[in-house]
């Protein structure tokens, strides 16, 4: 017999999944961030800062640490498809930085928008978070009502569609780093 499955349990939360030394590297690197952008459904981009307040730097294959986070990635999605062996992957997006500094947060959203952020391949199957640090305050993503306080160099995995929405609390002191990739 199949086992049952709530929506909450399709969200797994990994420690230990990204080396402190990458996490460190990526951090201290000097990317030229830009404010972010979200992306609607007939592919336009939006900056509008009742939605998100962030900034965001796009590592894209053959950049500087996109050899270094693609194993990451990968390790991430293994795990994953332990738990679902029916999870497949096809190809990822570009690894989208995202730097919070104090009041930065980011709206209740869902990631299933179709060529979201310049990706060609069809809607996103599930979402990867990244978290860089936790020297920060505030910053919680909350999935699917569900508040998360994650470590530095942990991982969230779900699935990018309309049960899943969240977001990202408030940033109340600090700055915090985090990385997402959408999986195809």
């Not at 190809?91 to 104090?102: A, C, G, N, Q, V």
């Not at 860089?132 to 995995?157: C, M, P, Q, W």
Request: with cysteine; aromatic share 16%.
């Amino acid at each position: 017999m199949e086992r049952e499955y709530w929506v909450t349990d399709y969200i797994k939360y990994f420690e230990n999944i990204v080396a402190p030394q990458i996490c460190n590297d990526v951090i201290n690197a000097e990317f030229q961030y830009e404010n972010s952008t979200y992306s609607t459904h007939d592919s336009g981009k939006v900056v509008k800062q009742n939605r998100v307040v962030s900034e965001d730097f796009w590592v894209k294959s053959g950049q500087p640490y996109h050899a270094q986070l693609k194993p990451v990635y990968r390790l991430s999605i293994d795990k994953y498809k332990k738990e679902f062996p029916h999870f497949n992957v096809q190809h990822l997006t570009d690894f989208r930085i995202s730097k919070y500094s104090e009041g930065g947060f980011m709206s209740n959203h869902v990631d299933n928008i179709h060529h979201s952020h310049g990706q060609q391949w069809g809607y996103p199957q599930v979402t990867v978070l990244l978290f860089l640090n936790d020297d920060y305050e505030g910053g919680e993503i909350v999935i699917s009502g569900r508040k998360f306080e994650t470590k530095a160099g942990s991982a969230i995995v779900f699935p990018s569609n309309f049960m899943f929405p969240h977001e990202v609390l408030k940033v109340t002191k600090g700055v915090r780093y985090s990385i997402t990739c959408w999986l195809m």
